[in-house]
């Protein structure tokens, strides 16, 4: 059985905005503008990304 995934890429720089989104970004694994991450789908990388969702961008 595969497990299902999510492909989040960074749109917008984290510069300017709170420590704890800096901080999300890079617990999802970003770290460039354009960078893609595949991410498993749990209800934690959910909530992540939710939170800096004016960031991110799902492919």
Do not use: C, F, W
């Not at 917008?12 to 893609?36: E, M, N, W």
């Not at 959910?46 to 939170?51: E, T």
């Amino acid at each position: 059985m595969s497990k299902k995934t999510l492909k989040v890429e960074l749109v917008r720089s984290p510069i300017g905005t709170r420590a704890s989104h800096r901080g999300t970004v890079l617990g999802l694994g970003l770290k460039r503008i354009r960078q893609v991450r595949e991410l498993e789908d749990t209800p934690a990388v959910r909530g992540m990304i939710n939170k800096v969702s004016y960031l991110v961008k799902l492919v």
